[in-house]
């Protein structure tokens, strides 16, 4: 095609609304075009750039003999309520875009297949002898980000491949991890790419491990950790690290000290002449769960550290159960209005300690109150 006949426009400035170079190259050259927040119109250039990338996927998933599908993005709410994950995905997360159709039932446009492809599973697999079985798509997502940004890096509909494989044992599901594994290795090389594989957490979709491809760039919104030999890497909310070593104390007695003005704790170890590492700090969390149980969580640190959200998160939802729910929807630290629920009266900011005094917290709440030691 003559390019005079080609949809193609350029831009001569950067976009406003564009951050990082990739998105403002896209929008400049004019392969992309923004329709609404997080949505965008793959023009054709982007298409033919789109087309070539998933040809070097499907090449390399159908070498490791995985079979091609094509799931519905409209998804039914019953799957979801049968899985447990419903309410995670419309008011934990909140990144499901749910409705209500004209027969009054509720459905998704769906994040992910996990359910759908479950389903099918369950109603067309009926022996061992049709195992292991490997599925695979390259399908339109739908994920209500709060912030849609960096162009097509954080959108609120993007093309994404995600397979699904079934197994009699363990053995054959970690040959087929391993396939993958050589697999998306093998598509980021093809392309171009600089990656790391790291360890991750699986977030909502759980399961016992989880490697995520990292293409290392300066733009992007998560952080890679790994050693500089290559036999370690994993993301800042999955990695395992060695704590600096603590300062001797300067300490040599115990005894109750005030310390006015010390909301911090650097002001903390300024007025008290010591390190952070000699300072154990605690933050108080207020976790929400799906059967509408507030719990009160006290986590204990080291002065020099902070708290990772993901990982506590994932330990208080282990203790689910114990009030009767599935998840949590909401891992919050409770400002002034939220303390109003449980509290006598607000509590002073930077000031906490594991012996709450009763005139700040209601006796109902200080039943609730667990404390958690990171290890």
């Known amino acids: 095609m003559r390019l005079s006949q080609m949809l193609f426009v350029t831009l001569r400035d950067d976009p406003a609304d564009a951050e990082i170079p990739s998105h403002k190259l896209l929008l400049r050259a004019g392969y992309i075009r923004r329709i609404g927040s997080g949505i965008y119109a793959y023009l054709p250039l982007m298409w033919r750039v789109l087309q070539k990338v998933s040809q070097i996927v499907r090449e390399e998933m159908n070498a490791t003999g995985a079979q091609e599908c094509l799931l519905p993005q409209l998804q039914p709410a019953e ?7 419903w309410d995670t995905y419309t008011q934990a997360e909140g990144i499901m875009f749910a409705l209500v159709d004209r027969r009054e039932q509720e459905l998704a446009l769906g994040p992910t297949h ?3 492809i479950t389903t099918i599973a369950r109603d067309l697999i009926h022996s061992y002898r049709q195992l292991p079985l490997h599925l695979y798509q390259v399908q339109t997502k739908f994920r209500d980000e709060i912030r849609p940004r960096f162009g097509l890096m954080r959108g609120r509909e993007f093309i994404m491949k995600d397979g699904y494989s079934f197994h009699e044992d363990e053995e054959s599901l970690k040959k087929t991890y391993q396939d993958m594994y050589q697999a998306y290795s093998n598509m980021l090389r093809r392309s171009g790419l600089a990656f790391r594989a790291v360890e991750a957490d699986s977030g909502a979709i759980g399961g016992s491990g989880s490697t995520e491809f990292m293409v290392l760039a300066e733009a992007g919104e998560d952080e890679v950790l790994y050693t500089e030999d290559g036999q370690y890497a994993a993301n800042v909310e999955k990695a395992v690290s060695l704590t600096a070593d603590a300062e001797t104390s300067p300490f040599t007695s115990y005894e109750k000290r005030e ?7 650097d002001k903390l170890c300024a007025f008290l002449k010591c390190s952070p590492t000699q300072i154990v700090k605690n933050v108080l969390y207020q976790a929400l769960y799906d059967n509408a149980t507030t719990v009160l969580v006290l986590v204990s640190i080291r002065g020099d550290q902070e708290v990772n959200e993901v990982k506590l998160q994932n330990e208080l939802t282990k203790l689910a159960s114990q009030y009767g729910a ?3 929807l909401k891992l919050t630290v409770p400002d ?4 109003k629920k449980w509290a006598a009266k607000p509590l002073p900011l930077g000031y906490i300690a594991p012996d709450v005094a009763d005139d700040y917290i209601t006796p109902l709440a200080r039943g609730e109150l667990r404390g958690i030691s990171p290890s």
Not at 79 to 85: N, Y
Not at 336 to 339: D, I, R, S, W
């Open 79 to 85: 799957l979801w309520r049968e899985s447990g994950r």
């Open 114 to 116: 996990e359910e759908v």
């Open 259 to 265: 310390t006015p003005g010390t909301e911090t704790i």
């Open 326 to 328: 599935k998840t949590i």
């Open 336 to 339: 002034a209005e939220a303390q």
